[in-house]
């Protein structure tokens, strides 16, 4: 008989998220997705200048906030056809890049790892053992003895206090745990230094972007960084050369810190490869523009229907018709007034809440679709894209993952095995390879470009009388991110956001097939129905944002919570 499981919230995200299951004989048969907060702010744009919209959409996360500043400036360009000086593409793509790279780290070490490493267990691990397997793997020099010694003192420290701090709520001795004491034990290592080296190449964005998070530097045409290498008051040569000294000591810690990590747990998590695949089309788009147009990019993105990578469409600008028209959503199973598929152009936003209905309303998230079908975003439809493309960083970068793992497993493992819950962890580690270097290329292009001369950063937007309308994407780190924009008489008419999290938490769509959430967890084991770990981890492997894709407004504007701080 099915048992029904319900874990709410799901934790170690953004935002809120409810997963209902039903499993049968320890598997998953049928899967409920459902986003409980009301995102509102289409409503708050109306009426506002296009200008000032990028300073509150990035407001919709704390996490996500380089990522809604940029898509929704280009929206706005998109719409008024403006080009964008070439050193504000570069600096764009630097923040975009070292965001990305942040992103990355936090969400392996921080926020899905602890799926997977039973942090107890590396009590019982030997710190000789763990170091010697580790100089196996990789020349990392904070993998010695001594340094998996301290780890595992502080560990036990807070053993002694009765306290786990932060490793508090895991389910720890889980039989759905496999690795060693030895290999848990460097995973919390890393777990500790991932902590400084996330702060590392956040500092990048800080610098660029005038503060993270909510970075400051934007402007609709271009950023609002003066360049002048004579003067300490603009962003001057000693600011670009600092930038990279830290683009240089994140790079060590990606290659020989967190792919090998990845490629460690893929291994000993070989028979993961085989769960958590579920909607295979895979929509990413192209990012890092390299002319004042959106033209030409760094790296590519396009759509690749039911996994067949060889049929790989790319999306090639900023003004591509085949992304501008497909894209749709809907809201049969989501808390919205109305039944229907609309375009984001022409969508409103009126929430009607009902209670939990299985085969009715059931999610705050609305369904997009990609020409009538659900679609996965995130880095394993980015990578699988920059792959089928033959961008030369992505096959090298997951070439040499792939071989590590194979080497780890005893067995080939081949591109196939990423449409799988630890894929998205490979395909998210190739990316934060990929970004690292083109984040070396894009501090170059910049540095050149200033070298020629080229000191202009901004192109003066002009709004003509009557209506506008514009899209902005991005390969956000967890997916496409698209904003969608009506312009009347200079002023926002309608505002929409796609994002990663929508696409993927969605709930079934308008002829109910499954969003990428859902379906991925069908067919998944459960060990221990009190204990849903398995559900966790492929939930987790998505990087989930639900404040992207839901959020709250208070129309009264009434208090809704007080916080009392002591000096």
């Given amino acids: 008989m099915a048992k029904r499981i319900v874990v709410d919230p799901i934790t170690r995200i953004e935002g809120h998220l409810r997963i209902d299951c039903e499993v049968d004989n320890g598997k998953v048969t049928n899967a409920w997705s459902s986003g409980q907060m009301w995102r509102g702010i289409e409503l708050i744009l109306q009426g506002r200048d296009p200008r000032d919209a990028w300073l509150f959409t990035q407001r919709i996360c704390g996490v996500c906030t380089t990522v809604h500043a940029i898509t929704s400036v280009r929206a706005v360009e998109n719409a008024l056809n403006l080009e964008v000086p070439l050193n504000a593409q570069y600096i764009r793509n630097m923040i975009i890049a070292a965001h990305g790279i942040f992103d990355h780290i936090v969400h392996f070490y921080h926020l899905s790892a602890l799926d997977w490493v039973d942090i107890v267990s590396s009590l019982k691990g030997s710190p000789k053992a763990a170091a010697a397997l580790a100089q196996s793997l990789s020349p990392w020099p904070g993998n010695s003895e001594q340094q998996l010694k301290a780890v595992q003192e502080k560990l036990k420290g807070f053993v002694a206090s009765g306290q786990l701090g932060v490793f508090a709520s895991g389910y720890w001795g889980h039989p759905a745990m496999k690795l060693s004491p030895e290999v848990n034990l460097l995973a919390v290592n890393h777990y500790f230094q991932a902590l400084d080296y996330q702060r590392r190449i956040n500092k990048v964005v800080a610098i660029l972007g005038s503060k993270t998070p909510h970075i400051q530097n934007l402007a609709v045409g271009g950023v609002a960084n003066p360049i002048n290498p004579d003067s300490q008051s603009t962003l001057s040569l000693e600011q670009l050369f600092h930038v990279k000294t830290l683009i240089d000591e994140i ?131 980015n990578v699988l894209a920059m792959y089928a493309a033959g961008h030369g960083p992505t096959k090298s970068h997951a070439d040499r993952l792939l071989e590590m793992v194979s080497g780890l497993a005893g067995s080939k493992v081949g591109l196939s095995a990423l449409h799988s819950t630890i894929g998205r962890h490979a395909a998210r580690a190739v990316r934060c390879g990929v970004l690292h270097e083109a984040l070396a290329g894009q501090w170059q292009a910049l540095v050149d470009n200033i070298g020629k001369g080229d000191y202009a950063t901004f192109n003066q937007p002009v709004f003509p009388k009557g209506e506008q309308r514009g899209v902005g994407f991005h390969e956000a780190p967890r997916g496409v991110l698209s904003h969608w924009i009506v312009i009347q008489d200079g002023k926002i008419k309608n505002y929409q956001c796609v994002v990663p999290s929508t696409w993927n938490a969605g709930p079934r769509n308008s002829s109910d097939a499954m969003g990428p959430y859902e379906a991925s967890l069908v067919g998944n084991p459960i060990a221990d129905p009190e204990k849903p770990l398995e559900v966790l981890r492929t939930v987790h492997s998505f990087d989930p944002c639900l404040a992207c894709a839901i959020h709250l407004l208070d129309p009264e504007s009434r208090e809704v919570v007080r916080i009392r701080t002591r000096v």
């Fill in 251 to 381: 790079g060590d810690f990606v290659k020989n810190v967190y792919m090998v990590d990845v490629a460690a747990v893929g291994a000993f998590y070989a028979d993961w490869t085989a769960y958590g695949a579920g909607v295979k089309n895979y929509l990413s788009v192209p990012d890092l523009p390299l002319d004042s147009k959106g033209t030409v990019f760094a790296l590519p993105g396009g759509y690749i229907a039911d996994g067949d990578v060889a049929a790989f469409k790319p999306i090639k600008s900023f003004h591509d018709e085949g992304f501008r028209d497909g894209v749709k959503e809907g809201i049969k199973h989501s808390w919205y007034k109305g039944d229907w598929d609309r375009h984001p152009w022409e969508e409103e936003t009126v929430p009607q809440h009902t209670e939990f209905q299985d085969k009715g309303k059931y999610s705050w998230v609305k369904s997009p679709t990609y020409y009538g079908k659900p679609a996965q975003v995130g880095p394993l439809a």
